[in-house]
T-cell receptor, first 110, second 112 residues
Framework: QKEVEQNSGPLSVPEGAIASLNCTYSDRGSQSFFWYRQYSGKSPELIMFIYSNGDKEDGRFTAQLNKASQYVSLLIRDSQPSDSATYLCAGEPGNTPLVFGKGTRLSVIA | DAGITQSPRYKITETGRQVTLMCHQTWSHSYMFWYRQDLGHGLRLIYYSAAADITDKGEVPDGYVVSRSKTENFPLTLESATRSQTSVYFC???????????FGPGTRLTVT
C-alpha cells in the first residue's frame, strides 16, 4: 500500500525559529510531492510542490526532497504565530490520485 | 467568481435520508475529487473523476454515489445517510491525476 507518513505533532517552535516538518513515503515511483497548509476549520491550501531532488525555496518556505531516502521536508524560516496550522504532505504515486499524509500540527509560540 | 465552490457549507440531516453535496469548479480542470476528513484519519479519498462520465472509487466509497455529467460539476450523494458519515467533506480539482489539487471550502455534514 502506498503511504505517506508524517509525525502528527504538535510541533512547537518559538517565534522567529525554523520549523522543520518531515514526511516519508513508501512508493519509490513517486515523482512529485506537495505541501498543504490547513488552518483549523478551513480547507487545505497548496503552499509548495517539488519534483526534483534537492531544495526548492519560496519566500520563507523551503521544500527538500531526497528520493534515495524517500524523504520530503518543509522548512519554515522566521516562523510566525500565523504559521500555526496543520501541514499536509502529499505524494504522487504515478497516474493515480495524490496520497496524503495525516498531517503535522505546528504551533508557533509568540 | 473563479475557483472551486461547495454547497451547502453546513448540513444537518437525519439517518436514512438522502443528501447531495455539490461541487463546482470554473478552471475547466479535468480531474475532480471528493474527500472526507475526520479526526485521526486525515483526508480520505471517496471518489474521483478523470473527466465527464468517468468516475472511479477511492479508499472509502461505500455508501456514496457520484456522477459527472459536466466537467465543472461533481456532486456527491449519500443515498441513505448514516451517523458514521458525519464528517467534513472536501471537493478538489486538478489539471491531472498527479498534479496539484485545489480544494473547495468544505461542507460540514452532521447526521443525527
Amino acid at each position: 500500500q502506498k503511504e505517506v507518513e508524517q509525525n502528527s505533532g504538535p510541533l512547537s517552535v518559538p517565534e522567529g525559529a525554523i520549523a522543520s516538518l518531515n514526511c516519508t513515503y513508501s512508493d519509490r515511483g513517486s515523482q512529485s510531492f506537495f505541501w498543504y497548509r490547513q488552518y483549523s476549520g478551513k480547507s487545505p491550501e497548496l503552499i509548495m510542490f517539488i519534483y526534483s531532488n534537492g531544495d526548492k525555496e519560496d519566500g520563507r518556505f523551503t521544500a527538500q526532497l531526497n528520493k534515495a531516502s524517500q524523504y520530503v521536508s518543509l522548512l519554515i524560516r522566521d516562523s510566525q504565530p500565523s504559521d500555526s496550522a496543520t501541514y499536509l504532505c502529499a505524494g504522487e504515486p504515478g497516474n493515480t490520485p495524490l496520497v496524503f499524509g495525516k498531517g503535522t500540527r505546528l504551533s508557533v509560540i509568540a | 467568481d473563479a475557483g472551486i465552490t461547495q454547497s451547502p457549507r453546513y448540513k444537518i440531516t437525519e439517518t436514512g435520508r438522502q443528501v447531495t453535496l455539490m461541487c463546482h469548479q470554473t478552471w475547466s480542470h479535468s480531474y475532480m475529487f471528493w474527500y472526507r476528513q475526520d479526526l485521526g484519519h486525515g483526508l480520505r479519498l471517496i471518489y474521483y473523476s478523470a473527466a465527464a462520465d468517468i468516475t472511479d472509487k477511492g479508499e472509502v466509497p461505500d455508501g456514496y454515489v457520484v456522477s459527472r455529467s459536466k466537467t465543472e460539476n461533481f456532486p456527491l450523494t449519500l443515498e441513505s445517510a448514516t451517523r458514521s458519515q458525519t464528517s467534513v467533506y472536501f471537493c478538489a480539482s486538478s489539471a491531472g491525476s498527479a498534479r496539484e489539487q485545489y480544494f473547495g471550502p468544505g461542507t460540514r455534514l452532521t447526521v443525527t
